[in-house]
């Protein structure tokens, strides 16, 4: 399996899931096995290195120069009559594509059309369609996901050599490929950054084969984005690259099954470390040298669990403060001495509605508010335009829907379809006083 063919930075969590998961049998035979219970578990560490910290008081508005358009194919049709409120409201321009766009639903693409849906190719003609708009941006980003819409399954070409229906991070073709896919980008001079990932660490709850152990699984998966920062890198070393992770998928996943293993409580900052340690803090270094520009998060929240339980701006401000103050710790994993500076890749309050539209600036006041004592390197709604939904069989809704994206991706845009201000739209555009 690929994984030993690398020498892997892992945290202690791994260290220990490691010895479990393989029955200790990498220990040398001179060795003396340690003894271990089944029934309990080990604990990395007795005390938590975080501290809790401060919560932002001001309103928290984001800068022009901060400000990002999201723009993909279905907000071309926009441009032309919004041109100038965009411009004059957003500075940077981050394109969101899949790592193979397939626009079927199809498992994987092979030959010339994998080649054709790969970053390299559709980034170029997104660029081209928004020159013709006749826009221009300060900085150009672009946010590949590795995940399918619905998170259940990974992008990749169709495996040729391994014969496998289904695709792991361990598989080196899939490896070979996905590396090509990035360094492809690399070479592209007019893109200033590159997000690996937009919620990398959804991939902990996907079961990619029944013979696939996932904890190794999501080792690959480090090790494998470790190659393609430095492969990237080394092409072109002044292109900003990261990774980019789900806060709700932290902090309403690994969070409770952390403490769950280890008896420990979630609101503990142990907890929190230790859940970092598992899957986030290893994609950012290797070995105590920084193998990341920034890190990304998307912040839309599941609504229905706390603190929300469905309300964008819950009376329960307490728990809402406890559920984002300790955002920060993303950024300064436990080897490495300076911090790395955070990005918001997706925002949004995930609405199936254009009545319910006045929820999503409702969650964007709060939003700011608590986090305003982060400067992000770049915010991004999710959608710059909602996507048409009629007529209901047909529309580019209808369309987008049958590659696995939920209702409320129509939704999502900070301007309607045919390019009107939302709410929203006033609430991500104002101006720091």
């Known amino acids: 399996m690929r994984f030993f063919n690398y020498k892997l930075n892992v945290s202690p969590y791994f260290k220990a899931l490691i010895y479990i998961t393989l029955g200790l049998s990498f220990i040398a035979c001179d060795e003396e096995l340690p003894v271990i219970d089944a029934d309990r578990p080990i604990l990395p560490q007795s005390k938590t290195t975080l501290s809790n910290l401060e919560i932002g008081q001001g309103e928290g508005n984001w800068d022009k120069s901060l400000r990002a358009a999201t723009i993909d ?3 071309i049709i926009i441009l032309s009559s919004s041109k100038e409120r965009i411009e004059g409201a957003l500075s940077k321009l981050v394109i969101n594509v899949p790592l193979i766009d397939k626009r079927t639903n199809e498992d ?7 080649l054709e849906a790969l970053p390299e190719k559709t980034v170029p003609l997104i660029l081209d369609r928004i020159s013709e708009k006749g826009l221009s941006f300060d900085e150009i980003i672009v946010q590949v996901d590795l995940l399918t819409p619905n998170r259940e399954s990974i992008y990749y070409q169709c495996l040729e050599e391994s014969g496998s229906s289904q695709a792991n991070f361990y598989l080196s073709e899939l490896r070979r490929e996905t590396l090509s896919a990035f360094t492809g980008l690399a070479r592209l001079s007019e893109i200033d950054a590159v997000v690996i990932g937009l919620a990398l660490n959804s991939y902990e709850t996907i079961t990619p084969n029944p013979n696939v152990n996932l904890a190794w699984d999501i080792i690959n998966l480090v090790d494998l984005y470790h190659e393609i920062y430095d492969e990237m890198k080394a092409l072109n070393a002044e292109q900003k690259i990261g990774p980019s992770v789900s806060w709700a998928k932290l902090k309403l996943h690994t969070v409770p099954a952390v403490a769950e ?3 420990l409580g979630s609101d503990e900052l142990l907890t929190l470390e230790l859940a970092l340690q598992r899957s986030i803090w290893p994609f950012l270094s290797k070995d105590g040298v920084r193998k990341a520009d920034f890190i990304g998060v998307s912040l839309i929240p599941d609504q229905v669990s706390p603190p929300y339980l469905g309300n964008p701006n819950p009376d329960d401000n307490v728990a809402l403060q406890n559920y984002y103050r300790n955002l920060g710790h993303l950024a300064n994993p436990s080897d490495l001495e300076e911090n790395i500076p955070i990005a918001f890749t997706s925002l949004d309050w995930a609405t199936t509605t254009i009545a319910s539209g006045g929820q999503k600036a409702d969650y964007l006041i709060t939003l700011k508010n608590i986090l305003s004592n982060i400067e992000p390197k770049w915010v991004a709604w999710r959608r710059l335009s909602d996507i048409p939904v009629d007529p209901p069989q047909s529309s580019p809704c209808a369309s987008v829907m049958r590659l696995n994206y939920g209702k409320d991706f129509c939704f999502a ?4 379809y045919n390019g ?3 709410d929203v739209w ?4 104002k101006d720091p006083e």
């Open 73 to 75: 194919q279905q907000d």
């Open 108 to 114: 994987c693409l092979s030959g010339m059309r994998a």
């Open 413 to 416: 845009g900070l301007l309607n």
């Open 420 to 422: 009107m201000e939302k």
């Open 426 to 429: 006033t609430e991500f555009t």
């Open 261 to 263: 293993e280890f008896a």
